[in-house]
């Protein structure tokens, strides 16, 4: 319906209300229905509550009336992140301007240049915002992957403490062997049995338990019981759920109608009740308590870090606050490193070539520590990378503009728009990773080898002695965007990589793993991480 019929309508309307007394009800429908015809007619293709933006023309992706893109967002909300790379392939840009109730306007970019300008650049204006804040605050609180300025700033600073080489070395001798160890024990036990495992679950349990030890001092022991994992079944659940208020503009009033808003409550008392169990310990310690605890190294654990923290006016955090750190490093430490193992694990069953190359790294070196993983598991930590492109754990995310701006290639930015960056379309974009970024590639991260590799190209070569293995390709973070880039840079990269390293060192040089056959291939669930929707099924095969 064209602009200027709908006006012509209300102004007709509008006449007919002031000539004739009506009834009060006749009144407030035709109250209703001018108000409808206006908001139809101010918002004839993009949502209610959005500018129009004729500068964006060129790359907006027409909408609805009042709703603009909604519908077609949830529509494909199961498999949103396909979409994502769909469209931009449809379009062939790298830009892309949508409008969405709640939301309001999306600017959506799939371009290396354009994510260093938002992360880096002008990162000052580009803030997790309001609507994230909203979102997310009932699971995450006020803690880093929820806040901006001075308080991110502390958060950073405070935890960046715990990220040092000193702290690696001594997790690869402790919590990352032990814990792979203790993976290796229910593998073991599996294949005596003959009996398949989720190999999915057990990643989430190994990350779990080494970085609720870690960071908390907590003995979840996940990994040492069977049946379900209470924190890890909250704690999904309430991730997921989350995520999807992203799509659900009332999301406060339909959780309120059906039984989620009940459910949500009670996964995340569950998870709190592991955060104030931890701190209360903690505020129980005595000094000759702590000094044990820490060893001879005196080595502080996240929590003891923000509870010495205090503000210029010498206030400590309080428990809430310390709660909040422990949820989001929880997340951070947990999903993210297991899912990463998941999806890089399900593409190592599908290409015999790279599992023999792992295979060959792996069998000539002994147990792992900090100079193995840092220098002799080269072509393992291309394969965990690879995966980490294909598969980014953080698959997408959502900026707000604090002012106007324009961006390298000319866009406009008005104050209040979002920018939404997929780090895994980034990844599939065959602009930037060649055309065969859609492909499992572990090669294409050594030095000397151009994009147009043939899969298995380097089968036949000895990982340890060949000149085209010396070093493996360091990409820039825009590029290469799944631990994030910028001044909020994953903190736990390193961390990460080396907990992934030790236990690929420890499971492939004893495991083959199988796919249990009929299971299909894994979607991912949506949600703020990149969890597979079901169970990754797998025979245990010894290998020794
Ligand atoms: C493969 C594993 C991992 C991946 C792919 C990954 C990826 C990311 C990404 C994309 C972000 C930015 C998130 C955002 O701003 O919304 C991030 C932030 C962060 N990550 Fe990781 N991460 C991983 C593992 C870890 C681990 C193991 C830790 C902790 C030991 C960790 C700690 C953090 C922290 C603290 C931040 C917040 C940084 C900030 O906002 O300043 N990450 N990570």
New binding site residues.
Partial sequence: MSTSIVSTIVHILKNRIQQGARSRTQKAGLFALISFLFLLAKYPNRAIGTRPRPDLDGITWKGMPLIGNTYALIKNRNRFLESIVENFEKVDRDIMSTTMLGLGRIIAINDPVLLEHILKTNFENYE?GYILNSILSQILGNG??N?DGAL?KM??KT?SH??STKIYRALIDGAFTTHSTQLCAVLDRAAKEGRPVDLQALFLRL?LDA?AK??FGLEIDSLGKDGKDPFGSAFDYAVVETDERFMNPLWRVTEHLSSKADKMKSAVKVVDKYAYEAIQARRKETPEEAKERQGAGAREDLLDLFMKWRDEDGRALNDTELRDVFI??II??RD??A??LSWMYYEVMKCPAVEKNIWREVDQLGKPTYEMLTKDMRYSTAVFMEA?RLY???PR?LKTAVADDVLPNGTQVKAGDRIMFS?YAIGRNKAVWGPQAPEFLPERWFEGNNIEIEKGLLTNSTPSNDHVWAKVRKESQYKF????AG???????T???L??LTVINMISSRFQFKLVPGQGAPEPVPSLTLPMKNPLMVHVIPRK
């Fill in positions: 997790k880093i992957f806040s991110w958060h950073r935890a715990v990220f990350t970085f870690l960071s989001n490093f951070a430490g993210t490193t899912q990463a980490l980014p754990p953080v995310n780090t965007s799944s631990f994030n001044p909020r840079i994953c903190l736990g990269q961390f990460a990589t907990e992934a």
